[in-house]
Nanobody, 116 residues
Framework: QVQLVESGGGLVHTGGSLRLSCEAS????????VGWYRQAPGKERDLVAT???????NYADFVKDRFTISRDNAKNTIHLQMNRLKPEDTAVYYC??????????WGQGTLVTVSS
């Protein structure tokens, strides 16, 4: 079974940038959609961005024009480039793979903290 490991989180000042990575232990080619989600303390987990196997991208309104999602099927890796970070972006960020039959795999999360 594919396992996911996120990395790249950390502490950054307002306006700074971070690049999150999600590395899969196996091929992600069969997963039709890969995405990033986030969960702030005391809040529900929200969708941040997704990308399909065909390359179609979808972003939450609160990250449009600031974040960019990408996937590298050859390296079994998903990235989230985050620019112009805000304190409200502080959360644990999770990657998720969704297979053609809706089977899902979640990573363990990586913490992003944006200081004001």
């Amino acid at each position: 079974q594919v396992q996911l490991v996120e990395s790249g989180g950390g502490l950054v000042h307002t306006g700074g940038s971070l690049r999150l990575s999600c590395e899969a232990s196996g091929s992600i080619f069969m997963f039709t959609t890969v995405g990033w989600y986030r969960q702030a303390p005391g809040k529900e987990r929200d969708l941040v961005a997704t990308i399909t196997s065909g390359g179609s991208k979808n972003y939450a309104d609160f990250v449009k024009d600031r974040f960019t999602i990408s996937r590298d099927n050859a390296k079994n890796t998903i990235h989230l480039q985050m620019n112009r970070l805000k304190p409200e972006d502080t959360a644990v960020y999770y990657c998720k793979l969704t297979r053609y039959d809706n089977f899902e795999v979640w990573g363990q999360g990586t913490l992003v903290t944006v200081s004001s």
